[in-house]
């Protein structure tokens, strides 16, 4: 029987696992399915990303190279391109992207893709595992979806759902470290779940339902898209109001209990707060419920770039320039501190209104040596006091460590800070989002005339 011969293997790890998509979530639970002593296949449709796992090389900020190096010696861990090794899998676990469309709906392209060859392997006696961040009930339909007469949920195969909760950049927690919620679509999709994971993470949380889980990892991210935007929407109300947020924000974080501090951005980037929360919205529209936090909390982070750009356009005004034909540099282009990826990155948004605005617009990213934008190559520039003397405006746009912001304060004649990175720093020439010295606490003169752009579409 499917059920017993699937604990059985999983018990003595004899259980053969295949890891759908390895990227930053997918790779690392490789390793560790693999370092956990299960024969564990890393499969892929990115020929670049297999060709380097199989040289032992990692394109992951959070996996090193030996790692890699090291579980492909042990013989456990199999990069792969070719998805028939399915049909030898007893665990398959989908780790590939929930991106949105256009329009802001869930694009479900690449879980449909992974179902459909999953679909042309099935075999009875086999666990799938959803870890790719999606709306409640998708794991139910996906089981519906592979279901037939020889392939029958709750007794060839069961299903699970385990929220993959990586944290990119953290030094902290890691995928084996990190609690793992696990809810099955039956009772035994849960048991079987739990087993597997419980020999790979240090703490299982098991909940009562796929629904359940999908909803928990919806929770984790719209609590943190929400408050964000909340903490964003405070620093355009203390910029009127003559009130440093940051100074807020740090004495509120005093408070032993009931608060949990959030930093006010240039907007939010990366593969899920801008993203998650509408996979949550969209399917509770099909419920005729229609919420209004997720989609304020949206347009309040998503105006942040042009936010910025206002007060940019303002901090050269005060020195009787325009953006256009100014010299302005950014300052980190990845999506937050201390990684190279600079998907869905404000900071990159930023960078883009400014080109628009007819600004000669350069970069320096000790993370993001080189990128290219809508066709256009851009090379990260080196911070020399020449260089920093030159620039009519910097934006700190994002907070690594490791920037030589001491010479920045001192070498460039005008900053924009939006990350607080130069809170020990005095200087006329330093303005900081959140907070617009003024000299009265007197309601400011209405801001200068908006900066308008052409309305052309803004990269993809
Ligand atoms: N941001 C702010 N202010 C804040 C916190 C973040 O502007 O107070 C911005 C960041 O600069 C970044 C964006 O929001 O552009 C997202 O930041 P993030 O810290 O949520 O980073 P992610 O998306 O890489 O990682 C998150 C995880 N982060 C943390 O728990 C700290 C977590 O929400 C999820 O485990 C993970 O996404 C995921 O995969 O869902």
Same mark, same amino acid.
């Given at each position: 029987?499917?059920?017993?011969?699937?604990?059985?293997? *999983?018990?003595?790890?004899?259980?053969?696992?295949?890891?759908?998509?390895?990227?930053?979530?997918?790779?690392?639970?490789?390793?560790?399915?693999?370092?956990?002593?299960?024969?564990?296949?890393?499969?892929?449709?990115?020929?670049?990303?297999?060709?380097?796992?199989?040289?032992?090389? #990692?394109?992951?900020?959070?996996?090193?190279?030996?790692?890699?190096?090291?579980?492909?010696?042990?013989?456990?861990?199999?990069?792969?391109?070719?998805?028939?090794?399915?049909?030898?899998?007893?665990?398959?676990?989908?780790?590939?992207?929930?991106?949105?469309?256009?329009?802001?709906?869930?694009?479900?392209?690449?879980?449909?893709?992974?179902?459909?060859?999953?679909?042309?392997?099935?075999?009875?006696?086999?666990?799938?595992?959803?870890?790719?961040?999606?709306?409640?009930?998708?794991?139910?339909?996906?089981?519906?979806?592979?279901?037939?007469?020889?392939?029958?949920?709750?007794?060839?195969?069961?299903?699970?759902?385990?929220?993959?909760?990586?944290?990119?950049?953290?030094?902290?927690?890691?995928?084996?470290?990190?609690?793992?919620?696990?809810?099955?679509?039956?009772?035994?999709? #849960?048991?079987?779940?739990?087993?597997?994971?419980?020999? $790979?993470?240090?703490?299982?949380?098991?909940?009562?339902?796929?629904?359940?889980?999908?909803?928990?990892?919806?929770?984790?991210?719209?609590?943190?898209?929400?408050?964000?935007?909340?903490?964003?929407?405070?620093?355009?109300?203390?910029?009127?109001?003559?009130?440093?947020?940051?100074?807020?924000?740090?004495?509120?974080?005093?408070?032993?209990?009931?608060?949990?501090?959030?930093?006010?951005?240039?907007? $939010?980037?990366?593969?899920?707060?801008?993203?998650?929360?509408?996979?949550?919205?969209?399917?509770?529209?099909?419920?005729?419920?229609?919420?209004?936090? *997720?989609?304020?909390?949206?347009?309040?982070?998503?105006?942040?770039?042009?936010?910025?750009?206002?007060? @940019?356009?303002? @901090?050269?005004?005060?020195?009787?320039?325009?953006?256009?034909?100014?010299?302005?540099? $950014?300052?980190?282009?990845?999506?937050?501190?201390?990684?190279?990826?600079?998907?869905?990155?404000?900071?990159?948004?930023?960078?883009?209104?400014?080109?628009?605005?007819?600004?000669?617009?350069?970069?320096?990213?000790?993370?993001?040596?080189?990128?290219?934008?809508?066709?256009?190559?851009? #090379?990260?520039?080196?911070?020399?006091?020449?260089?920093?003397?030159?620039?009519?405006?910097?934006?700190?746009?994002?907070?690594?460590?490791?920037?030589?912001?001491?010479?920045?304060?001192?070498?460039?004649?005008?900053?924009?800070?939006?990350?607080?990175?130069?809170?020990?720093?005095?200087?006329?020439?330093?303005?900081?989002?959140?907070?617009?010295?003024?000299?009265?606490?007197?309601?400011?003169?209405?801001?200068?005339?908006?900066?308008?752009?052409?309305?052309?579409?803004?990269?993809?």
């Amino acid at each position: 029987m499917a059920l017993s011969k699937l604990h059985g293997l *999983i018990a003595e790890r004899k259980a053969r696992v295949v890891v759908m998509g390895q990227g930053y979530v997918g790779l690392p639970l490789a390793l560790c399915v693999a370092k956990s002593g299960f024969e564990t296949c890393g499969y892929d449709v990115d020929p670049h990303k297999i060709t380097q796992l199989r040289q032992g090389k #990692s394109y992951i900020t959070d996996v090193s190279d030996a790692e890699v190096a090291e579980c492909l010696e042990t013989g456990n861990f199999l990069p792969t391109l070719d998805p028939s090794v399915l049909a030898e899998a007893d665990v398959v676990a989908v780790c590939v992207p929930t991106p949105l469309s256009k329009s802001k709906d869930p694009d479900m392209s690449y879980i449909h893709d992974a179902v459909s060859k999953i679909k042309e392997y099935a075999h009875p006696g086999m666990l799938l595992i959803l870890e790719s961040t999606t709306y409640p009930g998708t794991t139910d339909e996906i089981c519906d979806q592979l279901s037939s007469p020889t392939f029958i949920h709750g007794k060839d195969f069961f299903a699970c759902f385990s929220p993959e909760r990586v944290d990119p950049g953290n030094p902290i927690f890691q995928t084996q470290n990190t609690p793992k919620v696990i809810g099955g679509t039956t009772d035994e999709g #849960s048991q079987l779940g739990e087993a597997f994971y419980s020999h $790979i993470m240090s703490e299982v949380v098991p909940v009562s339902s796929a629904r359940v889980a999908e909803m928990v990892k919806l929770l984790e991210n719209t609590f943190r898209a929400v408050n964000i935007g909340l903490v964003n929407e405070l620093a355009l109300m203390s910029e009127r109001m003559n009130i440093d947020i940051w100074e807020v924000i740090r004495a509120a974080s005093t408070k032993p209990f009931g608060f949990m501090p959030f930093y006010p951005g240039p907007g $939010i980037g990366g593969h899920c707060i801008p993203l998650d929360p509408h996979y949550l919205a969209w399917k509770a529209r099909s419920f005729d419920f229609h919420n209004k936090f *997720i989609e304020l909390a949206s347009d309040i982070n998503g105006n942040m770039p042009r936010h910025v750009v206002q007060r @940019a356009a303002e @901090a050269l005004n005060d020195v009787s320039k325009s953006i256009r034909g100014s010299r302005v540099l $950014i300052l980190g282009i990845a999506y937050k501190k201390n990684i190279a990826d600079y998907r869905e990155s404000p900071g990159l948004e930023v960078m883009r209104l400014i080109d628009r605005a007819g600004a000669d617009v350069m970069y320096h990213d000790p993370f993001v040596p080189a990128f290219d934008d809508m066709s256009k190559p851009y #090379s990260s520039v080196e911070l020399t006091d020449s260089l920093l003397k030159s620039i009519d405006l910097v934006i700190i746009t994002t907070n690594h460590d490791g920037v030589d912001y001491e010479r920045v304060a001192k070498s460039a004649p005008r900053i924009l800070d939006t990350r607080n990175v130069l809170s020990t720093f005095a200087g006329d020439h330093i303005q900081r989002l959140g907070y617009r010295r003024s000299d009265s606490d007197e309601p400011e003169a209405p801001a200068m005339a908006v900066v308008e752009f052409p309305a052309v579409q803004v990269g993809s």
